[in-house]
């Protein structure tokens, strides 16, 4: 064994690298063009790090809440929130804190981001999520 790997086998820190991600991990929205893969999750606090990725014209199709602060970075492409004409961009940081109506969204070419969220997704289940998709993405009552 690597004595990298030998050393994160003896710790509580994460290491990943994307070129390693299991492909059945992905969760998939062929509806609105995106799917999201889960880097990180705390199981008590609902918090999480993911992966996104848009296809060309893929979106959120509703303007939305979430149930804690919502951190986007932007690593590829071109992701606009339409009703205020906000766009990410290659290195583009963004903040939507919780409780605060954003969307609709739009990809103008194929999109990567870096979501993060430091609690709960939501407080109820939104249109493009379903049963399967939704998860435990919704603060405890």
Known sequence: MHEQNKVLCETL????NTRDLDPE?????PEYGFRQYFLW??????ASIALL???KD???PVKHTHASNQFMYCLEGDYEYVDVGL????GSFYMNPVGHPHGPT????R???IEIYDGPHYHEKPVFHTDETIGDFLAKS
């Open 58 to 60: 893929g979106r959120i």
């Open 25 to 29: 991990q992905w969760i998939d929205y």
């Open 106 to 109: 739009i990809a103008h070419e």
């Open 41 to 46: 999750k705390n199981p008590d606090t609902g």
């Open 87 to 90: 766009r990410l961009k290659p």
């Open 53 to 55: 990725e848009f296809q």
């Open 13 to 16: 820190e994460v290491l990943l």
């Open 111 to 113: 999109s990567v981001l």
